[in-house]
């Protein structure tokens, strides 16, 4: 009966696993070859706006990537400049805002793009009056 009731569970879980994009049940494991829907993205929901992980794992070639997007409300910030390990691309979608990286800043908007090396400082502002959506990727080889 035990047995039953453990297989059970898990049947349930990898069927929650695989409605909801899988890649969460990976998380920090291998990615597989797949597409993930923003409605499959792992939601959070912050005071400054909603942030989706679509990746976050290993790939053939890299020990850590991860790649979401973030709508911020207007006049919002994520957090304050900061610097990680990873190297990191951010693609600005829709709205207006401001991209500092090593105290340059720069006023972007749609098909803004910054490259951040590893170690920088660097952040984003949303300086309109709508919300600003961006998507960004993180990786680390090494």
Known sequence: ???????????????LAAQSGATFAQSGGKLKNQTVLAAQAKLTT??????????DGTTDQLRAFTGGSLT??????????????EEEILLV???????????QVTPVGPGAMMYCAAGRVHG??????KPL???YFKWRAA
């Not at 912050?46 to 990746?55: E, K, P, S």
């Not at 829709?94 to 090593?102: A, L, V």
Request: glycine share 10%; proline share 8%; no cysteine.
């Open 133 to 135: 959506l961006f998507y």
């Open 124 to 129: 984003i502002r949303n300086t309109g009056k």
């Open 72 to 85: 911020l409300k207007p006049g919002a910030t994520p957090h304050p400049p900061h610097e990680h390990p």
């Open 1 to 15: 009966m035990q047995s039953r009731l453990k297989s059970n569970r898990r049947t349930i879980l990898m069927a």
């Open 46 to 55: 912050q005071a400054f706006g909603d942030h989706r992980v679509y990746f």
């Open 93 to 103: 979608t829709e709205g207006t805002g401001e991209i500092s990286i090593e105290g």
